[in-house]
């Protein structure tokens, strides 16, 4: 079972806990509220609002740039686990999915910028448009309730997957899935060409156990790679390899079993 890449380092220790993505995600809120004061209740005449905005989506689109750069191609990716503790390996988020997020705070904002004679934020006419009025406050409480839910998951470290001896811990956005070792096929999960999805076949569905928003059935839980720095066959190599051996298990994360688990895959 050769890696895909070549010899690498298969276990780093653990960064720093700088969050270098939530100060950007702040970074991003701090703009986007002082653009929304400045905007509606500081600049005077449409043009100005226009200015404001045009800068606002200069922004957005360096952040999603950053984005795309930083979540690489899924073949480019490194070939490596972070050490999270004894007994725990992990798969950390990337600085992709801080950079996305912080293009979609800006992008949001641009939204309920000037242009419209019945401006929510300054100057609505109620009695021209109720409904309009109430639907337009509607989707802004369901926009600011899940960009709260983005940031929060930023601030824990999330989208992630740490391996544990039970199982596979799958930490979503918005949810997560514990898959223990016992309800995966043996023999799976096998190399796909889906370099950003990586779907598990799971023979015991009732074992899976679930909390928040889970998009995929228990049967074939998958693991959403986007904003993971793992080289995604590699990743299938490793999940594999604990499948199919349950006692390396209790050795996850452990430095012996980390050097067998390099010896398995064929790197250094």
């Given at each position: 079972?050769?890696?895909?890449?070549?010899?690498?380092?298969?276990?780093?220790?653990?960064?720093?806990?700088?969050?270098?993505?939530?100060?950007?995600?702040?970074?991003?809120?701090?703009?986007?509220?002082?653009?929304?004061?400045?905007?509606?209740?500081?600049?005077?005449?449409?043009?100005?609002g226009w200015a404001l905005?045009?800068?606002?989506?200069?922004?957005?689109?360096?952040?999603?740039?950053?984005?795309?750069?930083?979540?690489?191609?899924?073949?480019?990716?490194?070939?490596?686990?972070?050490?999270?503790?004894?007994?725990?390996?992990?798969?950390?988020?990337?600085?992709?999915?801080?950079?996305?997020?912080?293009?979609?705070?800006?992008?949001?904002?641009?939204?309920?910028?000037?242009?419209?004679?019945?401006?929510?934020?300054?100057?609505?006419?109620?009695?021209?448009?109720?409904?309009?009025?109430?639907?337009?406050?509607?989707?802004?409480?369901?926009a600011a309730l899940v960009?709260?839910?983005?940031?929060?998951?930023?601030?824990?470290?999330?989208?992630?997957?740490?391996?544990?001896?039970?199982?596979?811990?799958?930490?979503?956005?918005?949810?997560?899935?514990?898959?223990?070792?016992?309800?995966?096929?043996?023999?799976?999960?096998?190399?796909?060409?889906?370099?950003?999805?990586?779907?598990?076949?799971?023979?015991?569905?009732?074992?899976?156990?679930?909390?928040?928003?889970?998009?995929?059935?228990?049967?074939?839980?998958?693991?959403?790679?986007?904003?993971?720095?793992?080289?995604?066959?590699?990743?299938?190599?490793?999940?594999?390899?604990?499948?199919?051996h349950p006692q390396e298990?209790?050795?996850?994360?452990?430095?012996?079993?980390?050097?067998?688990?390099?010896?398995?895959?064929?790197?250094?």
């Amino acid at each position: 079972m050769a890696s895909p890449a070549g010899p690498a380092t298969v276990v780093v220790p653990a960064p720093p806990d700088a969050r270098p993505g939530g100060l950007r995600v702040l970074a991003a809120l701090a703009v986007a509220g002082l653009w929304v004061v400045a905007v509606h209740f500081g600049v005077p005449g449409r043009w100005g609002g226009w200015a404001l905005n045009a800068v606002l989506v200069v922004l957005c689109a360096a952040a999603f740039t950053a984005a795309g750069l930083a979540a690489k191609g899924p073949w480019r990716r490194p070939v490596r686990l972070v050490g999270a503790g004894e007994g725990r390996l992990r798969v950390p988020a990337g600085p992709g999915f801080s950079w996305y997020l912080t293009g979609q705070i800006l992008f949001l904002t641009a939204l309920v910028g000037p242009g419209q004679d019945d401006d929510l934020l300054r100057a609505p006419d109620v009695s021209a448009g109720p409904v309009r009025y109430a639907l337009t406050a509607l989707l802004l409480a369901l926009a600011a309730l899940v960009i709260g839910g983005l940031v929060a998951a930023v601030f824990d470290g999330r989208p992630r997957i740490d391996l544990t001896p039970a199982g596979i811990e799958i930490r979503g956005v918005l949810g997560r899935r514990n898959v223990p070792w016992a309800a995966v096929a043996p023999g799976t999960p096998q190399r796909s060409w889906s370099g950003n999805t990586l779907v598990l076949t799971v023979v015991r569905p009732e074992l899976v156990e679930r909390r928040g928003t889970a998009w995929s059935p228990a049967s074939a839980p998958w693991l959403d790679l986007r904003w993971l720095p793992i080289h995604p066959w590699f990743l299938s190599d490793v999940l594999r390899w604990y499948v199919d051996h349950p006692q390396e298990r209790v050795a996850v994360g452990t430095p012996a079993g980390n050097e067998r688990l390099c010896r398995a895959l064929g790197v250094a």
